[in-house]
C-alpha cells in the first residue's frame, strides 16, 4: 500500500495501530498520522470565557502537534515517508474527509473495545468509519494493542 491514513489518540493503542500500518506500507509508501481535536464541551451554568476557551485549544493544538512530530520523526528514523495532519471536529467525518482528499488506499485505526451499550449511546468512531470508508479499513483490536504496549520481560 502505498498512501496509508493513521488515525491516531496518543492512547496505548497508538503504538500498535502505527506499527501494524508500517507493516503494511510498500518500501516507498506514504503514512499520514492523522490528530482529531473534539471542541472542549463546556456544561457548566457560569461557563468559561471565549478567552479561555481559546487558550484551551490553543494548548491542546500545541500538545498535539508536539505528539504528532515526535511520531513522525520515529517512522522517518525507520525510512519511511511520513507527514501529519491535526484536524478539528467529529473524528469520523474528519478520518473520512482525510481520505478521501489524500486518494488514501487505505485507513488503519485502533478499536478501544468499548461495550456494545457504550458503543450505542456514544458511538463509535471505528464503525462509522468502516461503513463510508472509501477504501480498506484495517482495526487494530485492544488486544494486540495491549500486546504491544506489554513490557518485554528480560531474561535472568
Request: aromatic fraction near 4%.
Amino acid at each position: 500500500m502505498k498512501r496509508i491514513l493513521v488515525p491516531v489518540d496518543f492512547s496505548p493503542a497508538t503504538k500498535a495501530v502505527i506499527k501494524t500500518a508500517v507493516s503494511l506500507a510498500e518500501p516507498a509508501a506514504r503514512i499520514t498520522l492523522l490528530h482529531n481535536l473534539v471542541p472542549p464541551l463546556v456544561t457548566t451554568d457560569y461557563g468559561i470565557g471565549l478567552g479561555e476557551l481559546q487558550e484551551s485549544v490553543a494548548i491542546a493544538e500545541k500538545h498535539a502537534r508536539k505528539q504528532l512530530d515526535h511520531l513522525v520523526a520515529v517512522l522517518a528514523r525507520k525510512g519511511f515517508a511520513a507527514d501529519s495532519v491535526l484536524t478539528h471536529g467529529g473524528a469520523p467525518g474528519s478520518i473520512l474527509e482525510q481520505a478521501r482528499a489524500r486518494k488514501t488506499d487505505a485507513i488503519v485505526l485502533g478499536s478501544h473495545g468499548h461495550t456494545a451499550f457504550y458503543d450505542l449511546v456514544v458511538g463509535s468512531t471505528t464503525n462509522a468509519v468502516i461503513k463510508k470508508a472509501p477504501c480498506p479499513v484495517v482495526v487494530v483490536p485492544p488486544a494486540a494493542a495491549k500486546a504491544v504496549a506489554k513490557p518485554v520481560a528480560k531474561k535472568r
